[in-house]
């Protein structure tokens, strides 16, 4: 069976955050539900009660906020990979248990672009393989929710765990994708990649035993990873010129509920709040009725395709370099 984008990117999803206000009246009167804290890395349900943890917070009285920060790389066949630019962003988490037993997940999220000396937020970003300013789009997603149950795809989850030498655990979740391009290249020609996107995207979650088997911790405190390869983004204006880009990162849920929002940079709060101020907190049970929106549904929704110039191109990468056989060479012919 071939696994859609959605489908994919929800199971791996990039949430391992959340924060707090109060309970919705739709959870009025329920006993607080309890999650099981035993290791048993073959139990699908334990396995289910686990990648909850550290989605959100169980306490369904709670939001979380989860924060992630890493920089983009620009591939190219012929030449070194490039770092392009850094990007940093926030999601706002709310958990509640369904009648069936299975959880979920409730995600708002913004990621913004920084340039690497300045560190400043960007609003436009000088393209060094066009040679030309754009104007950049942050990633805004809202909704991006998930239900957590014990199957995926007809079968059993069982998470691929690790136990490290330092007794951590480390839970490891990828996906590879390949599906229709939203962005038609017929219509979209300086944005879209082509009539297909092929995606990856690999995380992983390092974890305490001893939180594990907290039952105290409604949330499991990690140190986390994601990396993603995906075309060029839209908004570069690269057309189906060869290559693509990679994002790495870490990330980590922090402590404090909604409140945890002061510990961010502020000027990351800023800029979600003047795309819309409903991103600096989670959906209610009661907005549980819009569907899910990608960033490039959002894209496609919000943007118009670029003006092509005449003659326009997409750019393409230098001829394959030579080498001939002179060490002191070495190092040096090839990197930026």
């Given amino acids: 069976m071939a696994i859609t984008r959605r489908e994919g990117l929800g199971m791996a999803a990039l949430g391992t955050m959340l924060a ?32 909850a ?44 248990r369904r009648d069936d037993g299975s959880w979920r997940k409730l995600l708002r999220e913004t990621v913004f672009y920084r ?66 391009n939203l962005l038609v290249p017929s219509v979209w ?25 907290n039952p105290a911790k409604t949330y499991l405190p990690c140190v986390g990873a994601w990396q993603r390869i995906t075309p060029w983004l839209p908004w570069m204006l690269m057309g189906t010129a060869p290559g693509h880009i990679n994002y790495f990162s870490h990330f980590a849920p922090l402590p404090g509920g909604i409140d945890a929002l002061a510990k961010l940079p502020q000027d990351l709060i800023e ?11 989670a959906p209610t049970i009661e907005e549980d009725t819009l569907p899910n929106e990608s960033s490039l549904e959002a894209y496609a929704k919000e943007q118009k395709p670029a003006p092509v110039p005449a003659g326009w191109t997409p750019p393409q990468p230098p001829a394959p370099p030579k080498f001939e056989g002179d060490k002191s060479k070495l190092g040096k012919q090839f990197g930026h």
Avoid: C
Wanted: aromatic content about 10%; glycine content about 8%.
């Fill in 20 to 51: 707090a206000t109060g309970a919705s009246p739709a959870l009025a009167g329920r006993p607080k539900a309890p999650f099981l804290t035993r290791i048993d890395l073959t139990d699908p349900e334990w396995n289910r009660d686990t990648r």
């Fill in 115 to 180: 340039d690497l000396k300045t560190g400043e937020i960007l609003k436009t970003w000088h393209n060094p393989y066009t040679d030309e300013t754009v104007r950049v789009v942050p990633i805004a997603n809202d909704p991006y929710n998930q239900t957590i149950e014990t199957n995926f795809m007809g079968k059993p989850w069982i998470g691929n765990w690790t136990r490290n030498p330092d007794g951590t655990l480390t839970l490891f979740s990828g996906v590879n994708l390949f599906y229709p």
């Fill in 53 to 96: 943890r550290l989605n959100g917070d169980l306490d369904s009285s709670k939001q979380l906020v989860g924060w992630l920060k890493g920089v983009i790389q620009g591939v190219r066949p012929n030449e070194a990979v490039r770092d392009l630019m850094g990007f940093e962003g926030f999601s706002v988490t709310r958990m509640y």
């Fill in 271 to 281: 800029a979600t709040r003047a795309i819309d101020p409903k991103l600096l907190r």
């Fill in 189 to 213: 020609q300086r944005e879209s990649a082509g009539d297909f996107n092929r995606v990856t995207e690999n995380f992983t979650w390092t974890m305490r035993a001893e939180d594990l088997e």
